[in-house]
């Protein structure tokens, strides 16, 4: 031996090799491998907010490499995973967007917490509406074309509550039919807004529902050209006995 071998090296290595043979040796640590991999490709082909760099028959098991589709959201996505404790995910300079290394050591619950991050993000920026009392075509189109969830079942007004949970519902809309007071806005966590189509809100509990941090709104404007019309046909059909 003409030189002093890296001891520390080879003491490590040691380590490593005797910890991947107590847990099942080569088969053990592909399966873990491939789940990490699996978990994190399998979010940035769902999520809509995100997309790989790297072609799908290239694609890395120890770095997924991948970018925000639209930048806008990236202060609010980095907010997220930092504050989940997570760190060194920045992308390569010449690309960008983000990089998670999935090394032997990382254990699959590393994986999941960044997965977690990402579809924390998808739910802050999509949101699940119920259109409670019908919707126009236009709406319906304008909702889903902003890539928002619509559910346009028509919900009995006691099983709204139970509906609104199980789907957890972002923002629901209404017109005369559905009332959405006090207690349902308190039995309703995942609420964020409500809508009224129309002028009157004497439906809807707004003073509490603006207390607690929920957006109200209505669309004074919509209904214009049928009041109108009404108007118009009532005024017509007096004509008759002047």
């Not at 993000?121 to 304008?142: P, Q, R």
């Amino acid at each position: 031996m003409f030189n002093t071998p890296p001891v520390f090296s080879v003491y490590v290595s040691m380590l490593n090799l005797r910890w991947l043979k107590k847990n099942g040796g080569l088969k053990w640590i592909e399966g873990r491998s491939n789940a990490k991999a699996e978990l994190i490709y399998g979010e940035i082909d769902r999520n809509p907010l995100f997309e790989g760099t790297a072609r799908k028959d290239g694609r890395s098991k120890m770095n997924a490499t991948f970018v925000l589709k639209d930048e806008s959201h990236k202060e609010v996505f980095d907010s997220i995973w930092k504050e989940a404790n997570i760190s060194g995910i920045k992308g390569h300079r010449s690309v960008g967007g983000y990089r998670a290394s999935m090394y032997n050591a990382m254990d699959l619950d590393s994986v999941q917490a960044l997965v977690a991050c990402m579809q924390n993000l998808e739910k802050k920026i999509f949101m699940k509406v119920l259109a409670n009392d019908g919707i126009s075509a236009s709406g319906v189109t304008a909702i889903q074309a902003s890539g928002h969830e619509l559910f346009t079942t028509k919900v009995a007004q006691e099983q709204l509550v139970n509906f609104i949970n199980e789907h957890q519902i972002d923002v629901v809309l209404v017109r005369s039919a559905t009332t959405v007071r006090k207690d349902l806005i308190d039995a309703c966590s995942s609420l964020k807004g409500i809508g009224r189509g129309g002028v009157g809100m004497d439906n809807i509990d707004v003073d509490y529902a603006r207390e607690k941090g929920l957006k109200v709104f209505n669309t004074p404007a919509a209904s214009s050209d049928s009041v109108a019309e009404l108007v118009m046909g009532h005024m017509r059909g007096l004509v008759r006995f002047l």
